[in-house]
């Protein structure tokens, strides 16, 4: 009889070191995210609007939900969270994109 601790092959742990290892960085939402009329093919990170705070049309035909700021670089107050597949017109400088 075995009383004692679980034996993993160290095969398997390498395995899974590997696997955890080599997860590579997020990637873009994938689809189009229109800005007044813009596409924005497979965007990533924070997309600055020029022109200051205003309004905005913001079709989000990517896969990913979308926040629009109404500060550059993605700071100060959310004016708006579009989920996946939603047009909306909100007021905002910048637009953050996991």
Known sequence: MNHGAPV????LLAALAVG????????????GLVVDGTVHHDPVGCLE???GAR????????DEPVTVYYGRGCRGDITATL???EVRTVVGTSIQVP
Do not use: D, M, Q
């Not at 309004?55 to 990517?62: A, F, G, R, S």
């Open 83 to 85: 989920t996946s597949r």
């Open 20 to 31: 955890v290892l080599s997860a590579g960085p997020a990637t873009a939402a994938r689809g």
């Open 55 to 62: 309004t905005l049309k913001v079709e989000n035909h990517t």
């Open 49 to 51: 609007v020029s022109g």
């Open 8 to 11: 993993v092959s160290g095969t």
